[in-house]
């Protein structure tokens, strides 16, 4: 079994990012907001990242880290812009 981190990208700019076992039908949930929180105001939603991981453990560690991350970081990552992200991970100089 598969699981998933993703990104969303709400309608007022903003980033969500979650995890699950089922992507599509997590998206659908979001999009319609059958779940009550923070995308339920923010619809419509964009997917604007995904990463399959092995184990739910993964994907829910690579949930938390990427909610720590600034705003910046998270849009490298989404540009799949990996010298960006490096460079954003050493920190200001």
């Not at 997590?26 to 619809?43: D, F, N």
């Not at 991981?53 to 990427?66: D, G, H, K, V, W």
């Not at 720590?68 to 960006?84: F, Q, Y």
């Amino acid at each position: 079994m598969a699981f998933w981190v993703y990104m969303l990208q709400c309608a007022d700019g903003s980033y969500y990012a979650g995890h699950t076992d089922d992507l599509e039908r997590r998206v659908g949930e979001h999009q319609s907001g059958a779940i009550v929180g923070y995308t339920h105001k923010r619809r419509p939603v964009t997917l604007v990242f995904q990463q399959d991981f092995s184990n739910r453990y993964e994907a829910l560690s690579a949930e938390r880290q990427i909610k720590r991350w600034t705003r910046a970081k998270k849009e490298a990552l989404i540009a799949g812009n990996w010298n960006e992200l490096s460079l954003l991970a050493k920190g200001p100089r």
